[in-house]
């Protein structure tokens, strides 16, 4: 397994949309594990391909507290959705904002899962909200875009300077050291 980089907003990869999966190989389930293992050293509860510069669609979850419900999801598809569930979101693509969104309570959500198994899941809360946030990154969509304009371009200016300041700081170390 490896840790793969996660890319953060503004970057404009993360507005790739992912092209579905023909089959689910050893590569996916490689892609798989990866996602899994990057997710949980985070840490987060969500990590989709898109994110790590990976243009297919996969994603992976787990909302369990002791990181026992890993659950992979290969070219997943909201059949239904109902009710509103506002909720707190962050985004690892995003790092150090939370901001309200509003989203589906409850969904009906289908896809493969890591054995190449069709798979119907029907989950509220915090899975679907999880779950309909990581589809969107799939989509290039990511949750800052339901904030307001203003907000959106404040977070923008931010984690571009942070970007910066991280980019020049091994080098202002190597001059130092
Ligand atoms: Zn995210």
Known sequence: ????????????RLRTKATPVAEVDDEIRTLID????????APGIGLAATQVDVHRRVLVTDVSEDKSQPLALVN????SKD??????????????YYEKVARADSIVVRFL???????TLETDGLLAVCIQHEIDHLDGKLFVDYLSQLKRQRIRKRLLK????????????????
């Open 1 to 12: 397994m490896a840790l793969l980089k996660i890319l953060e907003f503004p970057d404009p």
């Open 34 to 41: 990866n996602l899994l293992e990057t997710m949980y050293a």
């Open 76 to 79: 997943p598809e909201i059949l």
């Open 83 to 96: 009710g509103v569930e506002v909720m707190e979101e962050g985004c690892l693509s995003v790092p150090g």
């Open 113 to 119: 899962d890591r054995d190449g198994n069709e798979q």
């Open 162 to 177: 942070d970007q910066k300041q991280r980019q020049s700081e091994p080098e202002a170390q190597a001059a130092g050291h």
